[in-house]
């Protein structure tokens, strides 16, 4: 495949998988935890890179993975003593991010590892960086990486289709009937964590934000169906991640900039065009309906 | 140590704690308005407005730069506001969008600044993480003085501030306008943002808005000692923060301060005299003795 190819199936992949974690993140109204979490698992990654001394895939997975979890688990904590929800978002994430940062500038020392990469990505560098797999060929590591990703949170979402939908929509039904909250919203947390370090390395972690939150929001302002909104959500993904490489190419851009802009126009035609809940439908509609 | 005693370091070592006072003074009030990570969604957004005043006007000048991040965020605020009020989309998606939307835009716009422009660009890539040490004495200057303008009309109208937050009805019956007020309110909170992201940086400028205030709970109930608390741990955080950064080379500033602010919560959360966990724990013994002597009470009266 081409140098070019690469590039647009792997921003395809993150969009897919984004758009599908972040519906059930825009449903639980968790989208500011979103935020929280993409810039705490920079501190997992530095620490996994401390500890063993490599960039090997797997071991900043397990490291963003765990402070993904540990982010919502502190949250949490801290909003049942007492703290508001948002306010404890702030204080968990700003800290831990901050000590990731100093954490590169001091002891890792911009080499291999440096707080703009995590930021904005590479995407340009994914194409070089490959690995031998049978039968297909030279594939780059990240895409399939996020192939292995993108399945497994197809996978927990079918699988618990019917609990995550209860969950959601009626936690109360959902506790009374015996299906875990907890357990789900913890598992819900790891997902996203996993999402969101594997997008990293495409997109980094402020555009994963925006992959993850504004694509299902604007497929909310779509549909009313679970699964449409799913389904929309990770069209509105690949079609940001496309649209936004060749705006960059056009301009001569961020690559990863550039996509997170686009999601802001998919967004923006979105608010304007929704035939339900859009402002244009809203503006020309009877009065007496309003 | 023979930075120390720089007049440049003086006065960066001033105006950053002046930035901190104030904003742990605009803190406290986002914080009882609810609206905490609103200043980080408004911090983030600001970025594209630096990057567009600079790409208009080919100069570093603190004054365009920071007009240019106060419309950007302005106008971020009203998005938010328009998705929330018109749409079912909820606040913390609205934000989480602007934020992403408008930060993406602000890094096409950097990009674009790093390679088209010479020499002059240097140092627009600080508004990412702060670098209080570059700062320049007319920056400087005007930073203390719009920081010291937040301050004075946050205590000046300190009894509007606490009718405004807690007791609207009454407010509203000594004919004090609230969208005045919120106005204010928004006009003060977006000043303090963008004052502060030359020396802290976008991503980090909501730290310093939110940890104070949430660290000075933990030891007092009154809105005003609250206040006080908060605007002397924001000074603190930002006055150490600064100073620690200046000590290795290209070292950024924010991160420093965050971790000074997220230093001293944790020392608010475990010692704290309302809700500190000590406490807490020592409360939750006494109880549970107390429990145990009455049983055993009760164990006796009973044989």
Not at chain 1, 131 to 151: C, E
Request: charged share 10%; hydrophobic share 55%.
């Amino acid at each position: 495949m081409t140098y070019t190819g690469w590039i647009l199936l792997t921003a395809s992949l993150v969009g897919i998988s984004c758009g599908i974690v972040g519906v059930l993140l825009i449903l639980r109204r968790m989208a500011m935890m979103a935020d929280a979490i993409s810039h705490t698992v920079l501190l997992g990654i530095v620490t996994a890179y401390l500890l063993t001394q490599s960039l090997n895939g797997i071991h900043m997975v397990i490291g963003a993975a765990i402070t993904g979890v540990l982010t919502a688990y502190f949250v949490q904590w801290l909003n049942t003593r007492g703290v508001q929800q948002d306010a404890a978002i702030g204080v968990v994430f700003t800290t831990l991010f901050a000590l990731g940062v100093i954490l590169i500038a001091t002891k890792v020392g911009n080499v291999h590892l440096d707080v703009k990469h995590a930021l904005m990505g590479e995407i340009t560098f994914i194409p070089w960086d490959t690995i031998d797999v049978p039968i297909i060929g030279d594939v780059p590591i990240a895409t399939l990486t996020l192939t292995f990703v993108l399945f497994l949170v197809l996978f927990v979402i079918v699988l618990f289709y019917k609990e995550w939908k209860i969950t959601t929509f009626d936690p109360a039904l959902a506790a009374s009937i015996g299906i875990p909250v907890v357990v789900m919203h913890y598992l819900y947390m790891t997902v996203l964590s996993i999402t969101t370090v594997a997008a990293f390395d495409a997109v980094g972690a402020i555009m994963v934000v925006a992959m993850l939150i504004t694509p299902a929001a604007a497929a909310y302002l779509w549909t009313d169906r679970l699964f449409v909104m799913f389904v929309l959500s990770a069209i509105f993904g690949v079609f940001s991640a496309i649209g936004g490489y060749y705006f960059a190419v056009l301009i001569d851009t961020s690559i990863s900039g550039s996509m997170a802009f686009a999601t802001g126009v998919v967004f923006l035609i979105s608010i304007l065009f929704s035939p339900r809940h859009g402002l244009l439908s809203y503006w020309i509609r009877p009065i007496a309906t309003k | 140590m023979s930075i120390l005693l720089s007049s440049n370091f003086q006065w960066v070592f001033f105006s950053t704690l002046i930035l901190g006072i104030a904003s742990g003074l605009i803190g406290c009030l986002a914080y009882f308005k609810k609206q905490s990570l609103m200043s980080d969604a408004l911090s983030h957004a600001a970025l594209p407005g630096v990057m567009i005043a600079f790409l208009l006007f080919q100069e570093k000048s603190f004054l365009m730069l920071i007009t240019g991040a106060y419309i950007s965020a302005f106008i971020g605020a009203l998005f938010i506001n328009l998705i929330k009020s018109t749409t079912r989309i909820k606040e913390d998606s609205a934000m989480g969008i602007v934020l992403a939307v408008f930060f993406g835009g602000g890094i096409v716009l950097l990009t674009i600044v790093n390679r088209s422009s010479g020499g002059n660009k240097a140092g627009l890539d600080q508004f990412i993480f702060g670098q209080a040490a570059s700062m320049i004495g007319s920056d400087v200057l005007m930073m203390t003085i719009l920081a010291l303008l937040v301050t004075v009309v946050v205590i000046v109208a300190f009894k509007e501030w606490k009718l405004f937050l807690f007791d609207p009805h009454f407010a509203k019956g000594l004919n004090l306008s609230m969208t005045t007020m919120n106005g204010l309110y928004i006009i003060l909170l977006v000043l303090t943002i963008v004052i502060g992201i030359q020396a802290v940086g976008v991503i980090l400028m909501s730290a310093l808005l939110i940890i104070p205030p949430v660290s000075a709970r933990y030891w007092t109930h009154s809105f005003k000692r609250m206040m006080i608390l908060s605007a002397i741990f924001g000074g603190l955080g930002g006055a150490i923060g600064t100073t620690i950064s200046t000590q290795g080379a290209s070292w950024p500033t924010g991160p420093f301060i965050v971790l000074t602010l997220g230093s001293i919560f944790l020392v608010s959360l475990l010692f704290g005299n309302k809700k500190g966990l000590i406490v807490e724990w020592i409360l939750f013994r006494n109880k549970q003795n107390e429990l145990e002597q009455n049983s055993s009470l009760v164990r006796e009266g009973n044989s």
